[in-house]
Every structure is written in structure tokens, then in C-alpha cells.
């Protein structure tokens, strides 16, 4: 229970210093499971626009953006966009109750370990990373606050383009 109130809180204090920017370099590709126990890599994707959206249960403002993730998928998935939801978290199982609740239909992606997060330095919860359809990297986002989604579509459209 504390340990709950004091991610939660912690993650508010991470997403109230939310910083967005450009970022270079290649992807760093990765394979996780699914939540049917699919593997799924970050190279089956290269040749779309690919945002990453690190998140956890525990994490409010990573709930209170999903249904606007789901709304960009549905609106670009057709334009060459696709979107990996990569949960943080040790135990699946919340995570698996909470989409039965409030479910997407893009790729969610378990990384109980970490190994990925820490591959793409997630330092705060949200963490979203935006990679163009030649693997590179090109904007992440720590945290969320509503109206970045506009920022976030705006970045796509763009990408989308090029």
C-alpha cells in the first residue's frame, strides 16, 4: 500500500517536470511478449512511424492518456503508424486486469525486467518515444499532462510525411 502512494506520488512529481524534445541515434530494437505470450520486436515495425509509450498501473497520468493513445492509433494505424505499449511493471497481472477494464487494440508489451526501459533510459512514468520509419530516434516525452496529445499528433503527422 505505501509502497502504491509513494510510486504514485513520485510519478506525479516526475510527470509535473515533464520535458519533450528532438533525440537522435537508432532505435535500440527489442523483443517482448505480448499479452497473448506473442513475441513481438521493434523491427517487425521499421518502415512505419513508431511511438513507444512506456507505462504502468500505478502510474495516473499513464492511465489518464491511454484513451488518448488508442484514439491516435485508430486515427494513423491505416498511414503506416503503429504504437507499443511497453508496461513496466514486475507482475503483469494488474496491468492484464486494469486493460480487460479499459482495453486498447494496439500491441501491449511486458518488460518485467526492465531490460528495455533501461535500454531507452525511461526516467519518468509516462515515458514516450517517437522513432520515424527508418528506426531512428526523433522525439521523447517524459510524463503526461492533457493537451500533449496534440503535441504528440502534430510529431506524427510530420513523421508520417517524410
Not at 516526475?14 to 519533450?20: I, M
Request: some cysteine.
Amino acid at each position: 500500500m505505501f509502497r502504491s502512494i509513494a510510486v504514485s506520488l513520485a510519478c506525479s512529481v516526475l510527470t509535473a517536470a515533464v520535458s519533450a524534445g528532438p533525440i537522435s541515434g537508432v532505435a535500440p530494437d527489442f523483443t517482448l511478449q505480448t499479452q497473448s505470450g506473442e513475441s513481438r520486436s521493434l523491427a517487425e515495425h521499421k518502415g512505419d512511424v513508431v511511438m513507444i509509450n512506456f507505462w504502468a498501473t500505478w502510474c495516473a497520468p499513464c492511465r489518464q492518456e491511454m484513451p488518448y493513445l488508442e484514439a491516435l492509433y485508430q486515427r494513423y494505424g491505416a498511414l503506416g503508424f503503429t504504437l507499443l505499449g511497453v508496461n513496466v511493471e514486475k507482475n503483469p497481472v494488474g496491468a492484464t486486469e486494469w486493460l480487460a477494464e479499459t482495453p486498447v487494440s494496439f500491441p501491449i508489451l511486458f518488460d518485467p525486467e526492465n531490460e528495455v526501459s533501461e535500454l531507452y533510459d525511461v526516467i519518468a512514468m509516462p515515458n514516450t518515444v517517437l522513432i520515424d520509419r527508418q528506426g531512428n530516434l526523433r522525439y521523447l516525452h517524459h510524463g503526461y499532462k492533457p493537451g500533449y496529445e496534440n503535441e504528440y499528433q502534430t510529431q506524427i503527422r510530420a513523421l508520417i510525411r517524410e
